[in-house]
């Protein structure tokens, strides 16, 4: 009987082999996205699914405060550019194209209302297999709190409305080098664009007027690559045509500087931030060694480091925890930022960043220097000659006449 019954599952077994090899190799099961799963198939994806995501989620510890409007901005601003073309905006049709995907991309209220924050984020950033949902660009999950914010928002009936992100003209992606119309179109579509971001949002997004033209555009250049890791910004800069990227780094390089706000650093150590800014300890170097603060936003800091004296503190703070983390990346002295910021805890990171954001924003080497030399060259110039011309003498007639 036992025999028997071995027997029997080995059968069963190589028939199943048979079947799964005709399946595979021969073809057998239809793969088109018109055909439907088997009865049953969709129910056992979609529990497998959320039990997934419950499984894995982060905890409640790790959000941070997602009622923070800026945090919202932001993620309302990435939503609009990078997931609303297959969910599209609240309130709105998607496309019929969208609609013909398997499994279908739920609208955006639908599929925000299902989850908890901690469960958003981890489907924005990890993304599912075989449904059509990506994982977040980069390595940098702190990023992805922004979008969840915004869910968030929306399930509370508070969310902002989009921005238009005015995406450029995609004929102004293959322009041809050197068409001079082609690159002023793309430039002011690109500009308008980071509109969206660089301006009305007013923290998390870093004070680009700081930075030297040449920062920004190796900046640029690297999120473009994949080399500087963000997934906000890595999506942005292939959105705009690579033709942009010079006349927009020449724009931010010449942004007007907000006034800084001092009720954002007021709950800061200013003291430790300080003392571990300008002399370090056993475990971390100074910071102003590179970063100043006698850098000017035209020149940069020494040997080309960015400019911090006025920057943005949450876009610091964010910075400094990627560096710590070993997930920034992005330009050749990458290992030297990680192994500065290895040793830093929050309370020290916040301290840093709370410090250089009360600092003066740094001054515009370029204006300065416009300004001495025009000043010099005044003081130099020799003063105009007189060309008023001198009247001829008066004859006296009677003289004359003698």
Not at 191 to 210: D, N
Request: aromatic fraction near 6%.
């Amino acid at each position: 009987m036992r025999v028997t019954l071995w027997k029997l599952i080995a059968v069963v077994a190589v028939l199943g082999l048979i079947g799964a090899g005709a399946v595979v190799f021969g073809g057998l099961y239809n793969v088109s996205a018109r055909k439907g799963h088997f009865p049953g198939v969709s129910w056992v994806l979609h529990t497998t699914f959320r039990n997934s995501v419950a499984l894995r989620a982060p905890s409640p510890d790790d959000t941070p405060d997602l009622d923070d409007p800026a945090l919202i901005a932001l993620g309302a601003g990435h939503y609009a550019t990078a997931c609303a073309t297959c969910h599209a905006a609240p309130g709105t049709a998607r496309t019929a194209t969208m609609r013909a995907m398997v499994p279908v991309p739920p609208p955006i209220a639908e599929a925000a209302s299902d989850w908890s924050a901690e469960e958003l984020w981890w489907i924005v950033f990890n993304g599912v297999k075989m449904s059509g949902m990506p994982g977040w660009p980069a390595d940098r999950g702190d990023e992805v709190w922004a979008v969840v914010a915004w869910l968030e928002a929306l399930n509370e009936d508070r969310a902002p409305a989009l921005p238009d992100p005015a995406l450029p003209d995609p004929a102004t992606l293959t322009a041809q080098a050197g068409d001079e119309a082609a690159d002023e179109a793309a430039a002011g579509d690109a500009i308008a664009y980071c509109e969206t971001c660089h301006g009305p949002i007013a923290r998390h997004v870093p004070t680009l007027g700081l930075q030297s033209e040449a920062y920004l555009l190796k900046a640029l250049t690297d999120y473009r690559a994949g080399t500087r890791a963000s997934g906000i910004m890595q999506q942005a800069a292939t959105v705009v045509p690579e033709n942009a990227l010079p006349e927009l780094a020449a724009h931010f390089a010449d942004e007007d500087l907000p006034a800084p706000d001092p009720a954002d650093w007021q709950d800061a150590d200013l003291e430790l931030g300080e003392e571990l800014a300008r002399n370090g300890d056993d475990d971390v170097p100074a910071c102003t060694a590179c970063h100043g603060p006698d850098a000017t936003r035209t020149a940069g800091s020494p040997a080309g480091f960015p400019v911090l004296t006025g920057q943005d503190r949450d876009y610091l703070r964010a910075q400094l925890k990627v560096w710590r983390d070993g997930k920034r990346g992005g330009t050749g002295r990458a290992e030297v930022m990680t192994a500065a910021a290895q040793d830093l805890t929050d309370a020290e990171i916040d301290a840093i960043s709370a410090w250089y954001a009360a600092l003066p924003p740094a001054p515009d080497a370029k204006a300065e220097a416009e300004a001495e030399a025009e000043a010099e060259a005044e003081a130099n110039t020799p003063p105009a000659p007189d060309t008023t011309p001198t009247p001829a003498p008066e004859l006296d007639a009677d003289a004359d006449a003698e």
